[in-house]
Nanobody, 125 residues
Framework: QVQLVESGGGLVQAGGSLRLSCAAS????????MGWFRQVPGKEREFVAA????????YYADSVKGRFSISRDNAKNTVYLQMNSLKPEDTADYYC??????????????????WGQGTQVTVSS
């Protein structure tokens, strides 16, 4: 069992930055790939970024490549999403997720077993 709690969302102007954090509990956190997803009301949840259990591999959606950076600190059971050069179209609820063991880097929602409650990010133009 893994429990996830996101924080760091808020309101920011276009071009600004935010850093999301995801605090995890559970003994298997450091063995799992972790991901960030986002969702706008009325639309499907979409993949943003993923990181392997060791932090050695990362994977990004094309829409955020070069602007967002995912990282993790296994000693602190925490995953981060640094978001720079934010655009109004980045406005969404952002969710942290823990992948099934051995999965997760392809960004498929179905490969993720545990989800946080989400944190809202609003980018004003």
């Amino acid at each position: 069992q893994v429990q996830l709690v996101e924080s760091g969302g808020g309101l920011v102007q276009a071009g600004g930055s935010l850093r999301l954090s995801c605090a995890a509990s559970g003994r298997t956190f450091s063995s799992r790939a972790m991901g960030w997803f986002r969702q706008v009301p009325g639309k499907e949840r979409e993949f943003v970024a993923a990181i392997s259990w060791s932090g050695g591999s990362t994977y990004y959606a094309d829409s955020v490549k070069g602007r967002f950076s995912i990282s993790r600190d296994n000693a602190k059971n925490t995953v981060y999403l640094q978001m720079n050069s934010l655009k109004p179209e980045d406005t969404a609820d952002y969710y942290c997720a823990a992948a099934a063991l051995g999965y997760g880097l392809k960004g498929r929602v179905s490969e993720y077993d545990y989800w946080g409650q989400g944190t809202q990010v609003t980018v004003s133009s």
